[in-house]
């Protein structure tokens, strides 16, 4: 039987692939403790327009639901320039949301953000593809 982790972190890679993204070799799902609670899930996936999608979550699946300990996503247009990058690096102290941000854009603009979701980042991307066809 799957652990809830592993469970977790395979329906967080079947999200991505229902969205329209392909991953790139390296992608992985990965246990990090023996009781199956923490885990970790992170690679490049490729979608429509060159759009890619570079990412890295390490979970904690231990409570009545898995959250994400760390995360960032990163969407980069097909000429590598940032679209937007979520993180929970604990490096703009100064936001109301610390450590949870968000960089906009080619010039990277730092906004404060919320934790992420990985279906809030799928649906940004396809209005992203939708917006730039």
Do not use: Q, W
Not at 5 to 25: P, W
Not at 27 to 36: C, G, N, R, Y
Not at 64 to 87: G, I, M, Q, T, W
Request: with cysteine; hydrophobic share 40%.
């Amino acid at each position: 039987m799957a652990s809830s982790v592993d469970a977790y972190l395979r329906s967080l890679h079947a999200a991505i692939v229902d969205s329209g993204g392909e991953f790139e070799t390296g992608s992985t799902l990965l246990i990090l403790d023996e009781e199956d609670s923490l885990g970790s899930f992170g690679g490049i996936a490729r979608f429509e327009d060159g759009l890619t999608l570079h990412f890295l979550v390490i979970v904690d699946a231990a409570g009545l639901a898995p959250s994400f300990l760390k995360y960032r996503f990163h969407a980069a247009d097909s000429e590598n320039r940032c679209v937007f990058r979520y993180d929970s690096s604990p490096h703009y102290p100064h936001l109301r949301t610390f450590p949870h941000h968000k960089h906009e854009g080619a010039d990277e603009k730092v906004v404060e953000s919320g934790p992420a979701e990985l279906a809030d980042v799928l649906d940004e991307i396809r209005r992203h593809i939708a917006g730039s066809g």
